[in-house]
């Protein structure tokens, strides 16, 4: 089992910056790659970015590309979503998962999921 717990979320306005983290625990944190999704309001849950277990190569959706930047400290156990030019469409709840998968961009390629945490982007 993998234990993961998101911090960081809140409410910001458009244009600002903000910075998720999402510490693991249980299994070995470098087994698995990470990712990060967001599911807002009536909507389904969407890709945002994925991070391989060395953290050389990142994936981003278009949405996003540009903008955030997803990164791990292996020795902390901890991954993290720097969201730069935030934008009202960005407010959603933000989940990081595990997975053992390269570069997966569906919910379906991880396993582990954390419990969230809310972002909400005001004008």
């Known amino acids: 089992q993998v234990q993961l717990v998101e911090s960081g979320g809140g409410l910001v306005q458009a244009g600002d910056s903000l910075r998720l983290s999402c510490a693991a625990s249980?299994?070995?944190?470098?087994?698995?790659?990470m990712g990060w999704f967001r599911q807002a309001p009536g909507k389904e849950r969407e890709f945002v970015a994925t991070i391989t277990w060395s953290g050389v190569i990142t994936k981003y959706s278009d949405s996003v590309k540009g903008r955030f930047t997803i990164s791990r400290d292996n020795a902390k156990n901890t991954v993290y979503l720097q969201m730069n030019s935030l934008k009202l469409e960005d407010t959603a709840v933000y989940y990081c998962?595990?997975?053992?998968?390269?570069?997966?961009?569906?919910?379906?390629?991880?396993?582990?999921w954390g419990q969230g945490t809310q972002v909400t982007v005001s004008s």
């Open positions: 249980g299994r070995t944190f470098t087994n698995y790659a």
């Open positions: 998962a595990a997975g053992v998968t390269y570069l997966g961009a569906n919910a379906n390629s991880y396993t582990y």
